[in-house]
């Protein structure tokens, strides 16, 4: 077995899905001047919404939208608190991890009577595809073979915000929002309604981050199964600097690493070592962030509140 090959890539691509999807909602949160702490208990909560709604109603198309209906409740809560009740929203996003993590925990033992993790063999999770063409490719079909339709979509909608926030009107109105909410309020924008805009669309991401991460990996729900990603997805997103392309671009590392954790494992590496490297990872991007623009753009939102 090799470290690095195509399959390497390939495992790379589902790895980084949910990282991507979330980083992206946080960013959208970001452009309007919110800094989303929240994103690691709003995966969590799309996980296990994702595994009850397929377990109910046995539709994976079903499960997705209730997954990412039931995370936008979660924004919402985030929204109000952070919006038009002014509270800190790193308090908010911390404490909407901690209710993320108690609820989904109590919803195991209440909903389906057991503990730690539910699994159900009868489940049918996201369904695999192949992009046409490019599948066909040797070696690079790899990347874009046998994954779910998430993972495309993942990648679609980080073009498709790129196009939103800088090459449509309600884009940049967005922009102006998180460069100075009072300005932008003094022009006559409705900055409570793009935040809250931004709030929803961050809910649905998040949720689908989650789907993929409970029925297009794995079809189970364990406690605390996104492991932190929600962060290393925050992490992401600042060395991105919330710029959808570079989103990608940082995403796909943190995704890669996460990878080759499970790749080392076969070579008899301890888990504990291997399951480690994403966050040394995380841990060397914040210090290459500490001269760029992540404490500035904090500060800055801060400051347009």
Not at 196 to 213: D, N, P, R, S
């Amino acid at each position: 077995m090799e470290l690095f090959d195509w399959e390497l890539l390939g495992s790379t691509m589902r790895m980084v899905t949910p990282i991507l999807l979330a980083a992206l909602g946080g960013a959208l949160c970001a452009r309007v001047g919110i800094f989303n702490v929240g994103l690691e208990g709003l995966i969590l909560i799309g996980a296990f919404s994702a595994i009850v709604g397929n377990y109910f109603f046995n539709s994976i198309l079903i499960a997705i939208l209730f997954s990412a209906g039931i995370t936008i409740l979660f924004s919402l809560l985030f929204g109000y608190l952070s919006i038009h009740l002014k509270a800190n929203v790193i308090v908010v996003g911390i404490a909407l991890n901690f209710l993320a993590m108690g609820l989904t925990t109590f919803g195991l033992s209440t909903i389906f009577g057991v503990k730690g993790a539910f699994y159900d063999k009868e489940m049918v999770g996201l369904p695999k595809m192949d992009l046409p063409l490019l599948s066909d490719i040797p070696y690079v079909g790899v990347l874009f073979s046998n994954h779910s339709p998430l993972v495309y979509f993942a990648f679609l909608v980080a073009i498709i915000l790129y196009l939103f926030l800088y090459k449509t009107v309600i884009g940049f109105r967005v922009l102006a929002v998180g460069m100075n909410e009072v300005a932008a309020r003094s022009i006559g924008l409705k900055t409570v309604r793009l935040q809250y805009l931004a709030i929803i669309l961050c809910g649905v991401l998040c949720g689908l981050a989650g789907a993929q991460l409970s029925l297009g990996q794995v079809t189970m729900f364990t406690e605390g199964m996104t492991a932190g990603r929600g962060f290393i997805a925050l992490v992401a997103m600042m060395l991105g600097q919330s710029h959808p392309l570079g989103i990608i671009g940082s995403s796909f590392l943190f995704g890669l690493m996460d990878a080759i954790s499970i790749r080392l494992q076969g070579f008899s590496m301890p888990t504990q070592f291997t399951a480690m490297l994403p966050y040394l990872i995380t841990i060397f991007a914040m210090f290459f962030l500490k001269n760029r623009g992540a404490s500035s753009e904090l500060s800055g939102q801060q400051s347009s509140r």
